[in-house]
């Protein structure tokens, strides 16, 4: 699938303010749900319960005052609390003390009117069978038109050889107050909670997607090309470590960009300017200085060292692309180091003596190195070229050897013009020339980007010590695992 066609599908996609409201939406609607169904179908039951127990703990009370002689008190303040009728008999079932506060519809008071205490002699006839201390039963009382709870209980008394039997009435009504206050709360929670979600969604999907879409903006003006676009978004972690990467991103791409512009115009320019010298003196020679063999010779020179540059230029250009890409393997094997110092130094004999250079080498006991002896040779050249070209008036350079345990380091020092802070760190970028160099210096800005690529695979450490006006110390450190003393 194209790219386009892909984005144009991801486009049409839902947005992730839609995905954060859905899952809201079934959240809040899972949430109220629950809640109306534990309040509906428990709640009652659970209540119901409860109230069994309260009459059962008012029962144990109430045989608890009978004992201290203040079963009237105890039984008011029961009946009235909790809405009940409640009445003691002895075992033949004559009332020996009641208290009734559900008026003359309650069962026990109809009973005892109507049917002169069946019902309760039922029950009592019951909870013998039964063999239990209490029995608990509900009921509906038609005449009240409500569901009720019937309790009955046997006890002990001092007065009376057969057990007393306490009876108490209870409406479970309360519940159904109770339960449709909540359900009436239920309603105003639903409303709050529906509204506080739907606010929630609205701030949550905001404050998520906010950043998201910040960034998507920025990043699409990145695309067309602006590499100013400043990613900082804030919010959250993840967006803020997102904003970073592209950030990182847009610098090296802008750097990479950078660099391809200025490729081009260092190539373009490089090649230009020999190849305008050449057309310039092979049409002097032609038109003016074609009969006379010194103007012709020296013109001739001058063509061939800018094709010699053209070449150098072209040489760097494929030697620097070929290390980068990688498709060069090294060669390594071992070799003395101070043959190899000795041996890249020959070439300079001639500078030495016709130009009043000062190379020297300043040794440490020799080691043997483990790499690529032409690579080697290529980075010391540059090396040393370079301390030529810059050493300035003083033209001294010092080539040093420095044992260590862990490694041998090599260094190229020249006291020239130095390098600036500002530009110590891009002297090893590829392109990169020094401002107001001479033509006159022989270079491609390719030399230390091409002696970094060397260095780099061969996994030595590298680097460049500068002051302005001072001079330089270009270095490189072999590890001694790579090395074998004599
Ligand atoms: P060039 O072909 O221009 O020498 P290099 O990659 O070898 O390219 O060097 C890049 C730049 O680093 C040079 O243009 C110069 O400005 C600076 N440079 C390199 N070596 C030295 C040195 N020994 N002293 C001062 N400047 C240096």
Redesign the pocket.
């Known amino acids: 699938m194209k790219r386009s066609d892909k984005s144009e599908k991801q486009g049409k996609g839902r947005t992730l303010r839609y995905y954060v409201a859905w899952y809201y939406i079934v959240f809040t609607v899972l949430v109220i749900v629950l809640l109306w169904v534990f309040q509906y179908f428990f709640l009652a039951r659970y209540y119901r319960s409860a109230r069994i127990r309260a009459v059962s703990n008012v029962g144990s009370m109430l045989i608890e005052s009978y004992m201290e002689n203040d079963i009237d008190g105890g039984m008011k303040r029961a009946a009235f609390d909790n809405s009940m009728c409640i009445v003691v008999t002895d075992s033949g079932g004559a009332l020996i003390t009641g208290e009734n506060n559900l008026g003359s519809l309650s069962y026990f008071m109809r009973d005892r009117v109507d049917s002169a205490g069946y019902y309760m002699h039922q029950l009592k006839q019951e909870l013998i069978e039964s063999g239990q201390p209490e029995l608990t039963k509900i009921m509906k009382n038609h005449a009240l038109k409500s569901e009720e709870i019937i309790y009955c209980r046997s006890f002990e008394t001092s007065e009376s050889s057969e057990p007393y039997y306490l009876y108490i009435e209870a409406s479970v009504e309360p519940v159904d107050s109770t339960v449709s206050i909540i359900r009436e709360q239920l309603v105003y929670i639903t409303i709050i909670i529906a509204e506080m979600a739907f606010i929630l969604t609205l701030f949550i999907s905001k404050r998520l997607s906010d950043p998201i879409v910040n960034l998507t903006k920025k990043a699409k003006k990145f695309a067309e090309g602006d590499f100013t676009v400043d990613f900082e978004e804030h919010g959250y972690t993840e967006i803020t470590a997102l904003s970073e990467v592209l950030d990182k991103a847009e610098d090296e791409i802008g750097k990479v960009n950078k660099l391809r512009q200025d490729l081009i115009a260092n190539i373009s320019h490089d090649l230009r300017t020999p190849l305008t010298m050449v057309k310039a003196y092979a049409e002097m020679i032609r038109d003016l200085s074609g009969d006379d063999p010194v103007k012709r010779a020296e013109h001739l020179g001058i063509i061939i060292d800018e094709a010699d540059r053209l070449s150098n230029l072209v040489n760097n250009i494929l030697e620097l692309s070929k290390l980068e890409s990688g498709t060069i393997e090294l060669s390594c094997s071992e070799f003395s180091l101070h043959d190899k110092i000795h041996d890249v130094l020959t070439r300079y004999t001639l500078l030495i003596e016709e130009q009043g250079y000062d190379i020297a080498f300043e040794p440490d006991e020799d080691r043997k190195v483990y790499a690529d002896p032409d690579k080697l040779d290529q980075v010391l050249y ?1 090396f040393i070229n ?2 030529i ?2 050493s300035g008036e003083k033209k001294i350079i010092r080539i040093r050897q420095i044992n260590s345990e862990s490694c041998t380091r090599i260094e190229v020092e ?1 006291n ?4 600036s802070k500002e530009l110590l760190p891009k ?1 090893f970028d590829r392109y ?3 401002e107001k ?1 001479k033509r006159d210096i022989v ?7 091409i002696c970094k690529e060397i260095l780099k695979r061969h996994n030595f450490a590298f680097g460049v010590l ?1 002051e302005e006006g001072k001079g ?1 110390t ?1 270095w490189f450190e072999i590890p001694t695992d790579r090395e074998k003393k004599d």
């Open positions: 540059n370079n301390a070209n810059y020249d020239g013009k130095g390098i002297v990169y020339r020094g160099i270079g491609t800005g390719l030399g230390l980007s500068s330089s270009f």
